[in-house]
């Protein structure tokens, strides 16, 4: 009977032990399944993230374009009004020089 006993007990241990393989490979499963998931979620919000990126370059590369032109411009608008004040500047200093004087009528 020793013998029996003892076969029984290892056979039953046994059954334990293949029933717990069995519930960490059914649990292993349902996480490596929710860490897909997981992943695949992550994949789309990297995708939405560069998606974000790409529009927010575009629209900064449209504002330095915005930005220089706009200098330029400012600069032009400055040249043209040191050059406008550098005409007027001269040409007052040459017509206060000018000796107006009221021409005399002449009666005939």
Avoid at 36 to 65: A, D, G, M, P
Avoid at 66 to 75: N, R, W
Avoid at 82 to 99: A, C, F, G, P, Q
């Amino acid at each position: 009977m020793d013998i029996i006993s003892t076969l029984t007990n290892v056979i039953k241990d046994l059954i334990s032990k293949r029933t717990t393989l069995q519930k960490k490979i059914h649990q292993d499963i349902g996480l490596l399944n929710s860490q897909k998931k997981e992943i695949v979620e992550l994949q789309k919000e990297v995708i939405h993230i560069e998606e974000s990126i790409k529009i927010t370059e575009q629209e900064l590369e449209h504002i330095n374009k915005t930005i220089e032109q706009t200098e330029s411009g400012y600069k032009k608008i400055l040249e043209a009004g040191e050059t406008l004040m550098s005409v007027v500047t001269e040409n007052i200093t040459e017509y206060k020089n000018i000796d107006y004087k009221p021409l005399s009528p002449t009666f005939n």
